[in-house]
């Protein structure tokens, strides 16, 4: 999610591509002037690039600025300046490009023509022992990061239940990501839904149908009952499903799943990769279009 601030700093979230991040306590001072071990030309490209920018988004005083390190970008000629902004306790992050003369800035991404755009994805994503549909060796992996409590992603549960049945070859993929700073039951839903999995696939299938069927019904205060119905409905023992909750390995896969979101840089739910192809939300003809361009790759 993206905070909303002033005008100023969402002109840089969107012209840097930022992504959010946790908030912060500002810095008190830029980064060009906090680092002594910066060589002096580099502390003059800092100093310079923080006026521009200063200058560019109409940032004051009241907004703290951090610069670098800067380093050589993949492309000869320029430089590759890391940004930090820091406004009334929230933090946004994000990067420059400078030509070695300090006389160009542009922003976006650098693309290596030569490096498939996803792999690096692919290789952060961790599919073995998550819950899943399809076979184990489909040349189409879809990876789900989702929260029992999010409606987006009860929508697109319900639109899951269409698509995986057009595609049998396709294997999709179910990681749990509560957003727990807003949603207060999820946490407890997916610890349940994962002493379900462990237990076997199908009582997870079933716990993970209930919990979305019935996501208006529950609340903080009934969800250790309501879970502790779905998962009894489902063919596990409530005292088998509490030792389990009340163990620490469940929840441990559950932040597991929490970290390799955040390693992929998942900030919303839902968020598929789709053959390590993000898209965050979706529809169904979304979803159904990029699978099928996927699956036209892999003949």
């Known amino acids: 999610m993206i ?4 005008a100023s700093l969402a ?6 591509a930022l992504c959010a991040a946790a908030q912060t306590k500002p810095a008190s ?35 703290q600025i951090n610069l670098g390190p800067a ?18 306790g929230h933090s946004e992050t994000g990067t420059v490009y400078v030509t070695k003369d300090g006389r160009y800035m542009f922003r976006g991404e650098i693309r290596d023509l030569a490096v498939d755009p996803f792999a690096e994805n692919r290789a952060k994503l961790k599919i073995a022992d998550s819950p899943s549909i399809g076979p184990a060796d489909a040349k189409v992996t879809v990876v789900e990061f989702s929260d029992f ?3 987006h992603c009860r929508e697109m549960y319900s639109i899951l239940k269409a698509v995986e049945p057009e595609f049998p070859q396709v294997r999709f993929v179910y990681k749990n990501f509560p957003l727990t700073e807003i949603h207060p039951w999820a946490m407890t839903a997916a610890i349940a839904a994962r002493c ?9 299938s079933k ?8 996501q208006d019904a529950i609340t903080a205060d009934n969800a250790w009952d309501e879970v502790t119905d779905f998962a009894t409905s489902a063919g596990l023992s409530a005292d088998a499903l509490h030792t389990c909750m009340a163990a620490p390995e469940a929840k441990a896969k559950v932040e597991a799943d929490l970290a390799e979101g955040k390693a992929l840089r998942v900030e919303s739910t839902p968020t598929f990769f789709i053959n390590g192809r993000p898209m965050i939300g979706g529809d169904k003809q979304t979803l159904e279009q990029t699978i099928r361009f996927e699956l036209s790759r892999s003949h």
């Open 3 to 6: 905070f909303k601030r002033p």
């Open 11 to 16: 002109v840089i979230v969107v012209a840097l």
């Open 29 to 63: 001072q830029s980064a060009a002037q906090s680092s002594p071990a910066a060589s002096s030309q580099d502390r003059q490209l800092l100093s310079k690039v923080e006026a521009y920018l200063r200058v560019l988004f109409a940032w004051g005083p009241d907004y």
């Open 71 to 88: 380093k050589p970008a993949q492309i000869p000629g320029l430089d590759e300046v890391p940004v930090q902004v820091n406004h009334e």
């Open 149 to 151: 409590e999010c409606p």
């Open 196 to 204: 379900a999995f462990q237990s076997s696939p199908d009582a997870f």
């Open 207 to 214: 716990v993970n149908n209930q919990l979305f069927d019935n």
